[in-house]
């Protein structure tokens, strides 16, 4: 069985590093992006198995992105991630798969957010 490829879109450097170097360590392979149009160009490419999308990230942002690629493919995994917990009151967010709130335990609630999701 072949290991999972996560795709990562989040703006911020520290946070792209934290997650991938935190899915990794669990065993996933990863693509970061830190832009909505860099991400969207390479998704056809690269067939991720889940995607993690930060909602306000430069360019399109994460709602506008995430409207993109369900557009392309209404069922791949997608888990909203925000320091705002506000923004899962938004509709637009409701065709994600999950919404991580950012804290401390962000890597613990975003790994433990993809296994279930990928089980």
Known sequence: MSTKLIMVVEDADDTRDLI???LEAAGYRVISYQD???????FRNHHP???TIDVMIPGSNGIALLKEIR???????IVMVSA???????FNVWSS?????????????????????LK
Request: net charge negative; hydrophobic share 40%; no cysteine.
């Open 20 to 22: 991938r170097i935190g």
């Open 36 to 42: 909505s149009e860099s991400a969207l160009s390479d």
């Open 49 to 51: 198995d889940l995607i």
């Open 71 to 77: 557009a392309i493919d209404e069922n791949i995994p």
């Open 84 to 90: 705002w917990g506000d923004f899962r009151q938004d």
């Open 97 to 117: 798969n999950a919404y991580v709130v950012k804290s401390v335990d962000l890597i613990h609630d975003l790994l433990s957010t993809i296994q279930s999701i």
